[in-house]
């Protein structure tokens, strides 16, 4: 039987992985904090802003119990930061050579995406089991996930881009779909105003989708 994989484990933790932007490192802990009291554990940080660094390091010091990765991952230096800021994975919007000839030194696992059948082809020839699929609703939704799935059964993905309340269930009902990117969760102007039991209802409501029995690694 083959070892777990570390990286399906942790999104394999809630059904919905939180997609958070920091715009100051001094909000980091709080919205985690109001994340985790929903029930969601897992969450990622896009680096999109110059806050995003130090808001993963200061969630790492502060609350070790969580597993706070990097989104919005581009490049190998990108990757080296997010190790050094105590990233616990990193994600990619997509996957150029570079980046996983990278990752497959990396001590950070990484979970790349893709957008064709090819490129998720790609992926599971290189051992990457867990693959977003971005943007989703732009490449067809369930439809496109089902035909994805009926193809590349190895595959389990975490799709993203255009997911949201209304039809994270109906993603979540696929055995392809290990979890869904979850953008909705945080709203900007929530964070900016401090209003985390906003959060931690919306969170709450998204943890109480799953988990799926069928998500993580085989039994």
């Known amino acids: 039987m083959s070892a777990p994989d570390p990286l399906l484990q942790l999104l394999a933790r809630g059904p919905v992985l939180p997609l958070v932007t920091i715009e100051t490192p ?3 802990v709080a919205l985690a904090d109001a994340l985790a009291a929903g029930g969601l554990t897992t969450l990622e940080v896009a680096l999109r802003t110059d806050a995003a660094l130090d808001g993963i390091r200061a969630i790492r010091d502060a ?3 969580l ?4 989104g919005a991952v581009r490049d190998p230096a990108q990757l080296d930061a997010c190790a050094r800021a105590g990233a616990a ?3 990619s919007p997509g996957a150029t050579p570079r980046l996983l000839d990278a990752a497959a030194e990396h001590e950070v696992p990484l979970l790349p995406g893709a957008a064709t059948p090819g490129e998720v082809m790609g992926l599971l020839e290189r051992g990457h089991r867990a693959v977003a699929i971005f943007p989703v609703e732009a490449l067809g939704g369930i439809a ?6 009926d193809r590349l059964p190895d ?4 799709p993203a881009g255009g997911v949201n309340a209304a039809s994270a269930p109906d993603y979540l009902a696929l055995p392809s779909v290990l979890c869904v990117g979850g953008s909705w969760l ?4 929530a964070v900016a105003a401090g209003d ?3 959060v931690t209802d919306r969170a709450r409501a998204a943890a109480a989708l799953g988990p799926r029995s069928h998500a993580g690694e085989p039994a």
């Not at 597993?67 to 990097?70: E, L, Q, R």
């Not at 496109?144 to 799935?149: K, M, S, V, W």
Request: glycine share 4%.
């Open 26 to 28: 001094a909000v980091a």
């Open 63 to 65: 609350r070790p119990e």
């Open 67 to 70: 597993a706070v990765g990097a």
């Open 89 to 91: 994975f990193a994600a």
């Open 144 to 149: 496109f996930l089902n035909a994805l799935a």
């Open 155 to 158: 595959a389990r993905f975490c």
């Open 186 to 189: 945080a709203p900007a102007e």
């Open 196 to 198: 985390w039991a906003r």
